[in-house]
């Protein structure tokens, strides 16, 4: 089993910055690709950004191309998402993904609890 806790949520003025963390606990070698799924209220769960087992490859939601960067540092067991430019569309709650196979997805085996993002306008 793997254990993902997020943390770096929080309220925001528009045009602002955050950094969201997600550590992983557990079974860490099965991990693969991790990622960033988020879901606002009355909305479906998205993706927001994904990256591969090595940190070298990535993909981004057309929403947050631009403005938001992924990485992961495998010595920590992390994953980060910094977040620029917010905007009130992007309030929602985000959650830390992690699975064994090469992508991720809502079908994904880990999932951390979420952290909320509010973006003031």
Known sequence: QVQLVESGGGLVQAGGSLRLSCAA????????????????????RELVAAVSWNGQQSLYGDSVKGRFTISRDNT????YLQM?????????????????????????????????VTVSS
Not at 26 to 32: M, N
Request: net charge negative; glycine share 8%.
């Open 25 to 44: 606990s557990g079974d860490t070698d099965c991990i693969s690709a991790m990622g960033w799924f988020r879901q606002a209220p009355g909305k479906e």
């Open 84 to 116: 620029s430019s917010l905007r009130p569309e992007d309030t929602a709650v985000y959650y830390c993904v992690a699975d064994p196979r090469m992508v991720v997805s809502k079908d994904s085996d880990y999932w951390g609890q979420g952290t909320q």
């Open 76 to 79: 920590k067991n992390a994953v």
